[in-house]
C-alpha cells in the first residue's frame, strides 16, 4: 500500500507559477511511475502529467505541455509539479497518483492522494 500526500495549491494570478509536491509513503516510491491529474467541478478526471520510476519518461496533457514540468526526487520520495505561466483553465483539484507503469487514465493509477486545491485568477 502506498500512501499520497499533495500539497503545494493555493491561489495565483493568470500568468504566475504554482509548484506542487506529493510525498509518499509505504511502498518501496521508486518502483512506482507516478503521474498528476486534475479535475474541475462538473467535469471528469484528466490527466495532466506522468513520470517514469527512474524519471527518464515524462508525459503531459497537450493543454500543459511547455507549462508544466513534472519531475522526482527518489531520495525524498517526493513528486513534483512545476506549474508555469498558469491559465483560468487550469483552476481544478489536482491529484497526485501512483501506478507500476506509466498510465495516462485515471484507471491505470493504483493509488491516489486526496489532492490539492488550485485556484487560478484572470
Known amino acids: 500500500q502506498v500512501q499520497l500526500v499533495e500539497s503545494g495549491g493555493g491561489l495565483v494570478q493568470a500568468g504566475g507559477s504554482l509548484r506542487l509536491s506529493c510525498a509518499a509513503s509505504?511502498?518501496?516510491?521508486?518502483?512506482?511511475?507516478m503521474g498528476w491529474f486534475r479535475q474541475a467541478p462538473g467535469k471528469e478526471r484528466d490527466f495532466v502529467a506522468a513520470i517514469s520510476w527512474s524519471g527518464g519518461i515524462t508525459l503531459y496533457a497537450d493543454s500543459v505541455k511547455g507549462r508544466f514540468t513534472i519531475s522526482r526526487d527518489n531520495a525524498k520520495n517526493t513528486v513534483y509539479l512545476q506549474m508555469n505561466s498558469l491559465k483560468p483553465e487550469d483552476t481544478a483539484v489536482y491529484y497526485c497518483?501512483?501506478?507500476?507503469?506509466?498510465?495516462?487514465?485515471?484507471?491505470?493509477?493504483?493509488?491516489w492522494g486526496k489532492g490539492t486545491l488550485v485556484t487560478v485568477s484572470s
Open positions: 497518483a501512483a501506478s507500476q507503469g506509466v498510465a495516462t487514465i485515471p484507471g491505470g493509477m493504483d493509488y
Open positions: 509505504g511502498r518501496t516510491f521508486s518502483s512506482y511511475a
